[in-house]
């Protein structure tokens, strides 16, 4: 004899919980709301895991890798200031493993998008250390963003910078960092790495993660300075001058590093 029992209809369920009035003072909530914030979204349950296991894995295996480095001491007196001019890192949006390693806990800024995968990004970069600005794609976003960046330079602050990001096209400068550089005004700093042995990965900056107990060279480049006041036709001609300087700054990197192994 089949026992009887109740049938659970979830569509049922549904409809009789959403006639259900929220208390008063408190908008209808998600289950998903519960677990993913919009304040500080990395405190959400699902960014807890997944950056903190990233993490583990980075340290790892910058702690395998021979790192040696040029051009740091431009690096000093950048930190800590109260007053303009602020610093801008800037590197290809593929070199950033290395640097994101090597600058932790200095305070340095960086920009990251509101979608969820910038979320997690940003979990994971907290977790070094860097402070995050929001922003993103949408004008906007983007334009509330950049006055927030540009207010912190003004008061000597220094953020990291990908000239190709967040999207591409690979190694082609936008104008972002020549706008931040000229309005704040800030000093540029071209970072870039070079790798003996590397995987490229599948995406469209092809990034770039050291092997295991390979070499790695890092090279800051000379500062760079851009005017205030300019045109349309200036900003572009600082546009490709920052691209140069970046592959400049790569090729020292190679030279380095084939000179140490």
Same mark, same amino acid.
């Given at each position: 004899r089949k026992k009887r029992g109740v049938k659970f209809n979830a569509a049922l369920f549904r409809v009789y919980f959403a006639k259900i009035p929220a208390p008063?003072?408190?908008s209808r909530m998600k289950l998903r709301d519960i677990f993913w914030t919009q304040s500080q979204p990395w405190k959400g349950v699902r960014t807890w895991t &997944?950056?903190?296991?990233?993490r583990l894995l980075h340290s790892a295996l910058m702690l395998t890798i021979r790192l040696s480095t040029t051009g740091m001491h431009r690096t000093q007196g950048v930190y800590n200031r109260t007053q #303009? %001019?602020?610093t801008?890192?800037?590197?290809? +949006?593929? +070199?950033t493993f290395v640097p994101l390693f090597l600058f932790q806990g200095r305070g340095i800024g960086t920009l990251m998008s509101t979608s969820r995968a910038g979320q997690m990004q940003a979990a994971f970069w907290s977790l070094y250390g860097w402070p995050i600005v929001w922003g993103s794609t949408k004008k906007r976003a983007g334009i509330t963003a950049l006055r927030e960046i540009l /207010? /912190?330079?003004r008061e000597g602050a220094v953020f990291g910078f990908t000239p190709d990001g967040p999207k591409g096209p690979r190694h082609e400068a936008h104008g972002g960092a020549v706008y931040l550089a000229s309005k704040a005004p800030a000093i540029l700093l %071209?970072? $870039? &790495?070079?790798? $003996?042995? #590397?995987? +490229?990965?599948p995406t469209w900056d092809k990034y770039l993660i050291p092997k295991p107990f390979s070499r790695v060279h890092l090279h800051v480049g000379a500062p760079i300075e851009i005017p205030p006041d300019l045109t349309r036709e200036q900003t572009q001609e600082w546009?490709? /001058?920052? #691209?140069?300087?970046?592959?400049e700054a790569h090729r020292v990197a190679q030279w380095e590093l084939e000179q140490r192994l």
């Open positions: 008063c003072g408190f &997944v950056p903190r296991a990233l #303009a %001019p602020g801008l890192f800037i590197l290809w +949006h593929d +070199h /207010k /912190k330079m %071209p970072i $870039s &790495v070079a790798a $003996s042995r #590397a995987w +490229h990965l546009q490709i /001058k920052i #691209a140069q300087a970046l592959e």
